[in-house]
């Protein structure tokens, strides 16, 4: 039977004022199924701090009714969707007491000191602004994890959702100057991405020497990763300067803006998208298919882009010569240039062709499909 809920459960909407006692035991198995949820390290502190803890995150009243919903759909047998409208609450006053002193428990955050609140003051408006605060190391920390990740496809903490003592960081001082440096941009994501750019780790080459071949946590090498789905789209569309038609979207926006993880579209399902049913940064899936593989080679996606852009016309059109289209379309996909061997190779190729566009829009679909375009290196 699910936590804090009857034998013969009564379905009711939120907003209805029905407020439930719950037992210490129980107010401490959802404080860990939350902590296990949200990423919080509880592990090391006293049943008397967790107290003040439960008080002051906001679990009062019905507030608790987002807990009754994780422990009621992870433990229920039932795949009703009316399992999402029960709730758990606390006393309707919001206060608590001590399980074994008998005494008031007062709101505290994790690892700090009692707040100071006002008569009336909603306990979860406290906790809002002390979160995103200087005062909250953890913050910080945290988002300048999430950001190294997505830059180098491991954090420094990994994984990034799980924060704790006996995961501890890779690498300490690194994780501290981020944050650092993070409060320091007033938790401004432009200048901690501008500073992990222009760094020497992030532009460090794939390649990896006889120091540091087993490297896979101290970021002595860059990682080959594949672009995830929203962005290898996003990429594609605008190197071949093509739109999308995107779910609940006007024409011309990228895939990125898809905000609805279970927006049907072929493309971002094939490649791993999140469905974001979770806040586990687990359900983005990056690793490549033989049905990635199969529609990059055979779908409308390269093929029917490349046919439908302008790019090679229009630069054939302005009297640009072959070679001079082979050139910018290496730049435009793989920011490069293409070496003396390429071009002669693929000028030779075009020779075979009747048409010099339909070979330099083969070549365009090949590229588009080559692992330098689709994997960062």
């Not at 006889?210 to 594609?236: G, P, T, Y």
Request: proline share 5%; with cysteine; aromatic share 8%.
């Amino acid at each position: 039977m699910p936590l804090g809920v009857s034998q013969q459960p009564q379905f009711r909407p939120f907003c209805e004022p029905r407020v439930r006692h719950i037992r210490w035991a129980r107010v401490m198995a959802l404080l860990d199924v939350w902590s296990m949820h949200q990423g919080h390290d509880v592990e090391h502190f006293s049943r008397d701090l967790l107290a003040t803890l439960v008080v002051g995150s906001g679990l009062l009243r019905r507030t608790i009714r987002a807990l009754g919903v994780i422990v009621w759909n992870c433990n229920s047998q039932l795949a009703s969707r009316s399992c999402w409208t029960r709730f758990v609450g606390l006393r309707a006053e919001g206060e608590m007491l001590h399980p074994t002193s008998n005494r008031r428990v007062f709101p505290k955050f994790l690892g700090a000191e009692i707040p100071k609140m006002n008569e009336g003051q909603d306990n979860r408006q406290v906790l809002a602004e002390w979160v995103a605060s200087h005062e909250n190391g953890a913050f910080a920390k945290n988002i300048s994890n999430i950001i190294w990740a997505h830059f180098f496809g491991v954090g420094i903490v990994d994984p990034v959702d799980d924060m704790r003592v006996s995961n501890p960081p890779s690498n300490p001082e690194l994780l501290d100057h981020l944050a650092k440096r993070l409060v320091h941009h007033q938790f401004s994501l432009e200048g901690i991405v501008r500073e992990i750019c222009t760094s020497r780790t992030y532009q460090l080459a794939t390649q990896r020497n006889a120091s540091n071949q087993w490297d896979e946590r101290e970021f002595s090498h860059q990682k080959i990763r594949r672009m995830r789905a929203a962005v290898l789209l996003d990429c594609i569309t605008q190197a071949t300067e093509t739109t999308d038609r995107l779910p609940g979207l006007p024409a011309g926006s990228r895939a990125v803006q898809v905000a609805d993880g279970l927006a049907a579209h072929y493309f971002l399902t094939t490649f791993g998208r999140s469905n974001r049913a979770t806040p586990c940064t687990c359900e983005v899936k990056t690793s490549p298919t033989l049905s990635q593989a199969l529609h990059l080679l055979n779908g409308e996606t390269t093929g029917g882009k490349v046919s439908d852009g302008s790019f090679v016309p229009r630069m054939l059109e302005g009297g640009s010569s072959a070679g001079d289209v082979v050139k910018a379309i290496y730049v435009r996909c793989l920011t490069r240039e293409p070496t003396d061997q390429e071009l002669k190779s693929v000028l030779e190729k075009l020779e075979s062709y009747n048409e010099s566009r339909d070979g330099l829009e083969d070549l365009f679909w090949a590229i588009l499909n080559s692992n330098e375009f689709v994997f960062n290196h």
